[in-house]
């Protein structure tokens, strides 16, 4: 069974930075896709960013592209969101999820359907 541990969500101001983990374990990491979603207060959750299992392509929603980098480390089975610039807009819970399935292109990944595991989730706040 796979575990998702995401952290370093907090209270940040805007224009500022965060990265975010989150410790995969159970399985071999390096065959899993990982994914950040987000849900802000009153919203339904939503894509943010994926990395590939292989070759580590990636992918990000319009809202982030050019200000979050996502990145993963199969040493130490971690997968990474750094966040730049930030926003009020970005205050939501990120949730981390990992995807055993394998689609040659990008769609699917920006669903939920395509994510079997799921964290628990970490608050980032942005305040103006």
């Known amino acids: 069974q796979v575990e998702l541990v995401e952290s370093g969500g907090e209270l940040v101001q805007a224009g500022g930075s965060l990265r975010l983990s989150c410790a995969f374990s159970?399985?071999?990491?390096?065959?899993?896709?990982m994914g950040w979603f987000r849900q802000a207060p009153g919203k339904e959750r939503e894509f943010v960013s994926f990395?590939?299992?292989?070759?580590?392509?990636?992918s990000y929603a319009d809202s982030v592209k050019g200000r979050f980098t996502i990145s993963r480390d199969n040493a130490k089975n971690t997968v990474f969101l750094q966040m730049n610039s930030l926003r009020p807009e970005d205050t939501a819970v990120y949730y981390c999820?990992?995807?055993?399935?394998?689609?040659?292109?990008?769609?699917?990944?920006?669903?939920?359907?395509?994510?079997?595991?799921w964290g628990q989730g970490t608050q980032v706040t942005v305040s103006s």
């Open positions: 159970g399985r071999t990491f390096s065959s899993y896709t």
């Open positions: 990395i590939k299992w292989s070759r580590g392509s990636t």
């Open positions: 999820a990992a995807s055993e399935s394998y689609f040659s292109g990008a769609y699917e990944y920006t669903r939920e359907a395509a994510y079997v595991y």
